[in-house]
Structure formats: structure tokens, C-alpha cells
């Protein structure tokens, strides 16, 4: 295997796709329903998986990613459960907007769930990664009384010794870059927050997912990044500690074990701020982004979390 550098980890691969286990593979090609949904005036992009009728299952990505990030996890709950995976707009294939706001996700992930079909058997499970954990935390806030759970993966939750933004600076942000062809995209793909990755063929599937067809400043036509570049000087933020602490549904919180954006002393601290007893598991040897550092390991520990949580209520 070519080597890899931190910056750009794919560039030693010119383009062409890093191998990939048989298990990926065959995930993989489990084509979800691809579908858009009217919201405030935006199209979101929403992915299914799994038939109507079945329990829900909603799944968040994080900042500047997109519902594809979920498309090598969401098939092994398929089975099983209708499945929903949306992208905010402003980022994947959903359209961009003048402003941001965090109670106008919230809405996006409630109204995409509810448009394909994950609210159709009763109240969803919604799992969240990073960003889209802070959401799901505030659908467990503003709209518990219509989740079965929320499940926090790695979220920027931070203990009062540690607050920092974790998010992008949010002025003089920059248009994206303009390159020739989809491969010079590839080659400078990167995650963000910056961290080893090990799983390249993931990090590859992913980068392909997430450019666009665009036209440079002479008017020469190449592929860029998809995501707004101005998302974050265009975000209304909210203190998402007031949401964890008023949450009306059951939370859980899955880390990476190595996560620095999520420190352990982060989650003990969110921890006392939800009710006692919330499962908190920790997945060995990932980091922040933990579905694609142990994509296996997240799935089993899901997968036996849906089984034993939560209670069912008395009757």
C-alpha cells in the first residue's frame, strides 16, 4: 500500500481507490433510496435504507460532512429498521442557505425522519456524530416526547475546564479551492479535525462523496468540496449544555477511546449533566471520528446498546 502523509492521505494513491476488506465492499454496494426533502425552503438530501414500517433509526453527521458518511453503517441496521440518514443544507447535495441556524437543523432532521418513513412504527432511535450530536440533542430537548432515544457520538461537549470552539474560524473564510479533475480533489481529502486515519478506503469512499462540479474564477470547469465555505460565519450557535440538561428523552454517549476533541474528562463531565445511570461506552483505538476509525466496533456496540436500551416503559 502506498504510504500516506496526515495532510493528504490519499495522495500517494493518484486517484485510483485504496483496497478495501470484502465486508466494505459489500456494504457498500446496499444502494440507499436517495430522495430530497423540502424544509424552510431548502432541499435536504435524505437516505433510506431498510423497509417502511419498521423501527426508525436517524442517523446525524457531523460538521461539513454529509449523509454518506453513514453509508457503510446504516446497511448493517437495515435488517431490522427503517434507517434515515439526512444532510444538513449547507452541506452533501442539500442546498445552501443565507443564514444557519441551530434550531433550523433540529427541524431538518425532525421533518426528514418523519418524510421517509422512520417515525412511521413509533418514536426513532437518533445517533449523532460530533455536530450532529449536538443536534440530536436538541431534538432529545425540543422534541423527546417523539424519541424512543438519542445516542451522542463523540459530541463537542466540553468540560468548563476545556471550552474551545470547535468549529472552523468563523470569519475570513475562503471559497473552496477549484481543481481540474475529481482525483486532484481526492488527493488533498483530509478529516477535520486533523487526525491519523487508518482506514483509507473509508476516507476515499467518503472524499468522492463529497465534491461538486464547479467553474473557477477564469471560468474553467472542475470540482470542488460541496459544503458551504461559509457555513460557520453564517451559524447561529446555542449553548448546547441548557439542551443536554433539559433533554426529555433517554441519552447515551458512545467516545473514541483516543478522541482529543472529546476528552474523557468531557464526558464525565457530560455525564453529570444528564440522568444517572446513561450508558456511556468507549470504542478502543478510535479517535474523534469514530465510525471510521472502528467502523466494526461501532457497529457491535450500537447494535447491543438498541438491544438492552432503553427500557421499555411500564406499561
Known sequence: MPESTPMAPLAAFRGQKPPAPAWFERVVAIEPERTFVAIDGAQVETLAWGAR??????????G?????????????????????????????????????????FVREAREAGRAAGAFEAGPPVVVG??????IATGLAHDFGDELAAVVMVDPPFFAPQNQRNPSPPRAN?????????LEAVIARFRLAPPQACYNLFILDFIGRRSVRKAVDAEGNA??????????????????????????????????????????????????SLIAPGSPYVEIPEAEHHVMIDQPLAFVAALRALLAAWPAAKAG
Open 222 to 271: 472542475g470540482w470542488s468540496l460541496s459544503f458551504d465555505p461559509h457555513f460557520w460565519e453564517k451559524f447561529g450557535r446555542l449553548d448546547p449544555i441548557a439542551l443536554a440538561k433539559g433533554a426529555r428523552s433517554p441519552l447515551a454517549i458512545i467516545r473514541g477511546a483516543k478522541s482529543q476533541l472529546f476528552q474523557a474528562e468531557d464526558a464525565t463531565y457530560l455525564l
Open 64 to 104: 461539513a460532512a454529509h449523509a454518506d458518511w453513514w453509508s457503510f453503517i446504516a446497511p448493517f441496521f437495515a435488517g431490522e429498521r427503517r434507517v434515515i440518514a439526512p444532510s444538513f443544507s449547507g452541506m452533501g447535495r442539500s442546498d445552501w442557505r443565507d443564514a444557519y441556524d441551530f434550531r433550523q
Open 53 to 62: 414500517g419498521k423501527p426508525g433509526l436517524i442517523f446525524l453527521h457531523g
Open 173 to 181: 473564510s475562503r471559497e473552496h479551492s477549484v481543481r481540474p479533475s
Open 129 to 134: 456524530h460530533s455536530f450532529g450530536g449536538r
